[in-house]
């Protein structure tokens, strides 16, 4: 086997602080010193100063969705109804008359002030009129009479375009103006998806899987299931053999079998036992602070348990996504009535997981360090929409916004912790995603950089069951990436605070294999 000594740089080792060069064979790191001691190699890499660490992990991505973002209609930027319907049709005279527009990411909470566009607003209950999206009329004159498919930023709700909401009539969530949700979403999602052919979403995936490798993560955990995705495009995803690894989870009730068959580690990920903040479908123990509802639940927590019971028949992972304090109390007692079947140690050695987990109170996080739970969480959702201030104060008011995804209050009883990005909900980004634990808005949910970047690498391999990557030692996988960054306050990890440059990605390498390079 070719062997490789990368040397010069620094090198975040647990066994050596002040390692400045390691020495990789094949797929495994077999070295770690300074740089005077380094042995002979067949390659070497020089580092000139920079920062080498564990790759990361994104512990919740949609790889398809992410690369049509990227490669098409991006509309996090929208700042008001208005302002959608232009890009909208921007990127519609871009495309056949016969094309459909994809869009992703508008965000109604951050608008500015300002008129509804159309011939009347698509109205959600509890918004200010200041905030109403387009309807489906106005989505048909800005696009040229194409069909639109704009997802806001959860992902569980979008606007359509007239031919589009047709095929959602009747279904829960329906609404005439054209922001569908709950099952209409789904629908109209479904509909949507199907018009992407297979060599735009294979192109959509390798861009997506490309953009994860340029930000040093050398693995995702992709999650698909129905509603979110087709079994085609999860397959497709999984097959990718350029790039970060891809570890599957489909999110089927009772799909364990399909699960395996299809090449999942786990039937989970995005099975829903409630919805989203955003979209008012967050299954709440109170009502909305500006919505007359509680949101809604998908499961029972019979349901939880049978799932997870059929999990451990056929040998995968279980998961759930759960946001609401309402539809985690729903799941962990499905877990708890699976551990009366089960036993808890064969519960918790399964490592299954939950998505989310934002309003989590102290007697579920107590719950979830005894059966060994992973919670697959996103720093970045606090950022975005946290605090005083943002969505989480609109729809739940600021104490219970407050509360919302405490990180530190997890890491701190024993919670296995796996960041993700929920990409394209926020985007893939991970050293932000450190940072936006670091600098939680309640500093009481706040963890350390060194702990939220065990998080955010070694923790997202645990939840995988690949417990040797994440460090930087003898004998491990040589997975790491190359970093252009200031030396940090201990002399490795880079400082984060606000407004400070986040690390520039050189080099990624996937068990000695150079995935991404900037030279």
């Not at 509804?116 to 009329?137: F, I, K, Q, R, Y």
Request: glycine share 12%; with cysteine; aromatic share 6%.
């Amino acid at each position: 086997m070719t062997t490789t000594l990368y040397r010069g740089g620094r090198i975040h080792s647990p066994t050596d602080p002040h390692a400045t060069a390691l020495l990789v064979d094949g797929e495994t790191v077999v070295w770690v010193g300074a740089d005077a001691d380094a042995p002979a190699a067949d390659e070497t890499v020089a580092l000139d100063g920079a920062l080498v660490t564990p790759a990361f992990v994104d512990a919740h991505v949609h790889a398809t969705d992410t690369g049509l973002t990227l490669t098409g209609l991006d509309l996090s930027g929208a700042r008001s109804a208005s302002h959608l319907l232009e890009l909208v049709a921007a990127a519609a005279d871009r495309l056949p008359a016969d094309a459909v527009v994809l869009g992703q990411g508008w965000d109604e909470s951050t608008w500015d002030a300002a008129t509804p566009a159309g011939s009347g607003a698509a109205t959600p209950v509890g918004s200010g009129a200041e905030h109403l999206p387009p309807d489906a009329a106005a989505l048909d004159r800005a696009a040229g009479g194409r069909t639109v498919y704009a997802a806001q930023a959860s992902m569980h709700s979008a606007l359509c375009s007239s031919a589009l909401l047709a095929q959602a009539a009747g279904q829960p969530g329906f609404d005439e103006g054209g922001w569908v949700r709950r099952e209409a979403h789904h629908a109209v999602r479904a509909a949507a998806l199907a018009a992407v052919g297979t060599a735009q979403r294979a192109a959509a995936q390798r861009a997506a899987l490309q953009r994860a490798a340029s930000l040093g993560i050398a693995a995702v955990h992709e999650c698909g299931g129905p509603g979110i995705s087709s079994k085609d495009d999860f397959t497709s995803v999984l097959g990718q053999e350029a790039g970060p690894e891809v570890y599957g989870y489909w999110g089927e009730l009772m799909g364990a079998a399909t699960a395996k068959e299809l090449g999942a580690v786990g039937a989970g990920g995005d099975l829903f036992a409630d919805g989203a903040l955003g979209a008012h479908t967050a299954h709440l123990r109170d009502r909305y602070h500006d919505h007359d509802g509680h949101g809604t639940a998908y499961l029972t927590s019979e349901q939880v348990r049978d799932h997870l019971l059929d999990c451990h028949e056929v040998g995968v992972q279980g998961g759930f996504h759960a946001i609401g304090d309402a539809a985690l109390a729903t799941v962990l007692a499905g877990f708890a009535a699976a551990a009366d079947r089960l036993g808890v140690e064969r519960l918790r050695a399964a490592r299954h997981r939950i998505e989310h987990a934002e309003l989590v109170d102290r007697d579920m996080i107590a719950a979830m360090v005894e059966y060994g739970v992973v919670a697959s969480v996103q720093p970045a959702f606090d950022r975005l929409w946290g605090g005083e201030h943002q969505m989480y104060a609109r729809r739940l008011g600021t104490g219970r916004a407050l509360a919302a995804n405490p990180l530190g209050a997890m890491h701190s009883v024993g919670v296995s912790l796996a960041f993700g990005s929920d990409s394209p909900v926020t985007p893939l980004g991970p050293w932000g995603g450190v940072r936006a634990a670091a600098r939680h808005h309640n500093p009481a949910h706040r963890l350390s950089v060194r702990a939220a970047f065990a998080a955010h690498t070694r923790g997202g391999w645990r939840a995988v069951g690949q417990d040797q990557h994440g460090v930087l030692t003898l004998g491990v996988p040589a997975t790491f990436a190359v970093w252009q960054t200031p030396a940090g306050r201990d002399g490795t990890l880079p400082v984060l605070d606000a407004g400070a440059p986040l690390p520039t990605c050189r080099r990624t390498v996937l068990r000695g294999r150079t995935i991404w390079s900037t030279s």
